[in-house]
């Protein structure tokens, strides 16, 4: 096609334009896709570190009080609701926990491995041992791996759990958990019936986790039980409420800044392009004296913006892709207090992110070069022959 | 000789303010086949006459006929085409693409005429060679000194085969060896292919070697030698 065959020589010939322009569009997109790969992996990480990693609704006492007492109707009572899975009562509790010279304070939760495993896939994030272990006879216990790493204790060995007013009862390590958060320094799984007894204070416990149909009914079923029982139930949402809206602004800033950018890249390939008509005013007074007709001076200046574009866009994708597996591949140590409890950058790279990118700086290619196609078009031939 | 333009009462106003009249109610009669130059002071609307035969530009009022057709009545699209087709421009600059070499700058009418890319190839080089710049023809403007580059513009110029031809001060920018060469150049061309070759200049000398002179002063025709 006529008009693509000197928009393509105009971008050969023009070397220095061209990587200008292409640089201009591909550093945009580049630092737009890693910045997305970013922000998706970290959403990705919250939400799943919020709803896998807690139940979806979780029961607590009544307000002054730290127990719930006859808590297998209430059990009953949750499991026949509608969009209720599972329900998983749990007793938790502080203590320390002895291993030879080795003392850590430890949160210890004690469950029903089958009730629990119904509401949280608990089993996932064992490294060592068997979680169903803890139904096995004896004291067993499952512990977080930075506390089996302080305690310096090992699958077999035998702990010994101490907390005033409670005789010191030893509990064998029959499994190793790691979430990739701060719990793997205080975490540790016992069976209920055990815990109960550790602390002596019958049958009752202190929550029940629940496992909803719906992750996004949670917040409807907790008000539900709130209302009708009178336990505190909170749901995910509720508990997470300042997280997900931090997230939500966040990732609205980030839109900003990404306009923004292209906005910057735009002016800067608008510049570049107005440069190159002006260059070439001579050409397109003598094209139009040959008869060129004015849609095609405009048609000639608009596919060298798309040119420019897609190969700035191409280079883009292909560095911001590298960029994204590399930094993702880096584990950085940052202490996890200061990062939600993550130890590496978490990145997501999804095609939507690429393609997103790539039609937004498309897009701002064509309306950058719109304006000075429409320039070079509306020129009158007689001026530009003359200028020169 | 059969009527190639008809110009009747031409005028052209510039300026909204202070106005200026560039041509004042001009006539003048054309025929196939000749070869004249127009001649005048600057200023005088020589250029501006040129334009407006050329299609480049719009009366204020009057009429144009080229072989027969109203110009200044024709849509753009249809000027555009007849600017391909029936017009061949030689400047003083001689506006060469610079991102083309010489074949494809010859080429170039052909392609916006929708010429196959091989046919108007063949085309171009035959009309290199006719200019004398068949070995150069893979040079760019850049790589030719100014009076083949004005070579290479005259070829273009006619590789349509318009009916007219209109040279503007074209050997403005050459030494006089070079610019007798253009002329006999021109002169042979127009022997050859019977094609309408209108030449505005300011030089005495080389207008007294065409046919017919028009000498033009304040926007009306002074002198007419045909």
Redesign the interface.
Known sequence: MFEMNIAIRHIRSRQRQTIFSVIAVALAVAIITISMSMLSGFTSYIVDATVENQPHVTVSPEEDEDYIYLYHGLLNYIRRQECVIAASPRYQGDCALQYQHNVEGVVLYGINPGDETKILNVEKDIVAGDFMSLTGPGNRIIMGSKLAENLEAEIGDAVTAKFPGSKPTDFTVTGIIRTGTQADETLAYANLGQVQGFYDKGDIITGIGVRVLDIYAADTLAEKIDYETGYDATSWMEGNREILDLIDQQAGFAYIFYLLIFAISGFGIANILIMVVMDKVGEIGMLMAMGTSRRSILLIFLFEACILGMMGVIIGSVLGYVSSVMLASYTIPVPPEMYFGLDHLPFLITPKNFIIAGVFAMAINIIAGAYPARRASKMDPVEAIHEV | MTKMIEIRDLTRIYGDGAEVRALDGVNLDIGRGEFLAIIGPSGSGKSTLL?QI?I??TPTSGRILLDGVDITKSS??ER??????K?G?I?Q?H??????NAIENVM??L???GVKRSKARKIASRMLEEVGLFDRMDHRPNQLSGGQNQRVAIA?ALVNSPEIVIGDELTGNLDSRASDAIYELLRRLNREHEQTFILVTHDEAMAAKTDRVIRIVDGQIVEDSG
């Open positions: 334009n050329g480049l530009d753009e699209k555009s085409r007849l600017r391909n087709r017009l421009f400047f600059y506006h060469l693409l610079p991102d083309f170039m009418p392609l916006i005429n273009r």
